[in-house]
T-cell receptor
Framework: NAGVTQTPKFRVLKTGQSMTLLCAQDMNHEYMYWYRQDPGMGLRLIHYSVGEGTTAKGEVPDGYNVSRLKKQNFLLGLESAAPSQTSVYFC?????????FGSGTRLTVV | AQSVTQPDIHITVSEGASLELRCNYSYGATPYLFWYVQSPGQGLQLLLKYFSGDTLVQGIKGFEAEFKRSQSSFNLRKPSVHWSDAAEYFCAVGVPGGSYIPTFGRGTSLIVHP
């Protein structure tokens, strides 16, 4: 089925560990986004990309890095995880006419 | 820059009752407007969207929304709520041909009593 696929779905990290979240879309969308969702905070944009090879900072970029080497993939990296990065992470792709979300990655940093 | 306000954090309705979720936006022209629903443990699913034309738009699952330019609003409605509608609802604004970044409201949590 067409859509946005996020891997992994769940992960527990120790403080200071690193990891990469993968987002893949098969809809040929130019725009891709990484959000985090925390209780009472809604969706907060971490980084986004408007095309292959481009990335930009969103509202809460500190502690995260991203890459978009291929149009269909958008990677989110945590170089040194902190407990404050415990959250649910959502990837989305889209156009001006709407956005498709992945099912999320629940990350716990202990 | 555009902004979105969802004034209600929580809404509680009885099953079978009508529903209206409020959304107000701030933008200098007519934006693109969206409503998304998030069921527990799931990602966001698009319910409906407005770009131009008829100000009353129909969506999936029996939802509709009305764009009112004079009130800068895009309220979501459903005539009869089902228990399965319990979820988080997000209003979003996009800028035509513009900033690439949709702006989401903080969300409204819908609780449905039997």
């Amino acid at each position: 089925n067409a859509g946005v696929t996020q891997t992994p779905k769940f992960r527990v990290l120790k403080t200071g560990q690193s990891m990469t979240l993968l987002c893949a879309q098969d809809m040929n969308h130019e725009y891709m986004y990484w959000y985090r969702q925390d209780p009472g905070m809604g969706l907060r944009l971490i980084h986004y990309s408007v095309g292959e090879g481009t990335t930009a900072k969103g509202e809460v970029p500190d502690g995260y890095n991203v890459s978009r080497l291929k149009k269909q993939n958008f990677l989110l990296g945590l170089e040194s995880a902190a407990p404050s990065q415990t959250s649910v992470y959502f990837c989305a792709s889209g156009t001006d006419y709407g956005y498709t979300f992945g099912s999320g990655t629940r990350l716990t940093v202990v | 820059a555009q902004s979105v306000t969802q004034p209600d954090i929580h809404i509680t309705v009885s099953e079978g009752a009508s529903l209206e979720l409020r959304c107000n936006y701030s933008y200098g022209a007519t934006p693109y407007l969206f409503w998304y629903v998030q069921s527990p443990g799931q990602g966001l699913q698009l319910l409906l969207k407005y770009f131009s034309g008829d100000t009353l738009v129909q969506g999936i699952k029996g939802f509709e929304a009305e764009f009112k330019r004079s009130q800068s609003s895009f309220n979501l409605r459903k005539p009869s709520v089902h228990w399965s509608d319990a979820a988080e609802y997000f209003c979003a604004v996009g800028v035509p041909g513009g900033s690439y970044i949709p702006t989401f409201g903080r969300g409204t949590s819908l609780i449905v009593h039997p």
